[in-house]
């Protein structure tokens, strides 16, 4: 038997580029380096929504405060349906729902906005008390109360 040898040129070019290790290692460490970061957005993310609570939180607080000076100097409260009306220093002072804020008027006029984003807001009286409860839109609620002594009911 004859054996035929088979002689195979393999050739190298220099010139084609290839990927090697070094170039391997520094992609390998480019994508660790940013998904490291990853747990880093997620936290300043979470840090935002904590911040974005607190804003309306506060909110609220500046409501209560605002809204308790002037019950307290306020004479003639009625309730109509999602309306508080009273008499201040000679100026109908009216608290109402006006699309997705609770705003302030005086006398029928201006638009004072007191609280933003809020998906419902209902006032009863109960016991000689005013009980105001706001849901805002991302489904929180507050509730507060109010003394009253003389509050006439419309409805």
């Known amino acids: 038997m004859l054996k035929t040898s088979q002689k ?14 070094l170039e391997t ?15 880093l957005f997620f936290q300043c993310y979470n840090k935002t929504i904590q911040l974005s609570n607190l804003d309306q939180t506060m909110e609220w ?21 999602n309306k508080l009306s009273f008499q201040k220093d000679g100026n109908q002072i009216t608290y109402s729902k006006y699309n997705d804020i609770l705003r302030r008027q005086v006398n029928a006029k201006g638009h004072e906005p007191l609280l933003t984003k809020i998906k419902d807001w209902k006032i009863i009286q109960k016991e000689k008390q005013l009980i105001m409860t706001v849901k805002f839109s991302d489904d929180s609620s507050f509730t507060t109360k109010f003394p009253s002594s003389e509050t006439k009911v419309s409805k």
């Open 8 to 21: 195979r040129d393999v050739y190298f070019n220099s010139n084609t580029p290839a990927f090697t290790l």
């Open 25 to 39: 290692i520094l992609s390998i460490t480019i994508v660790l380096s940013i998904s490291s970061l990853i747990p």
């Open 61 to 81: 607080q500046l409501f209560l405060i605002q809204a308790r000076l002037e019950l307290e100097k306020g004479s003639d409260l009625r309730l109509d349906e």
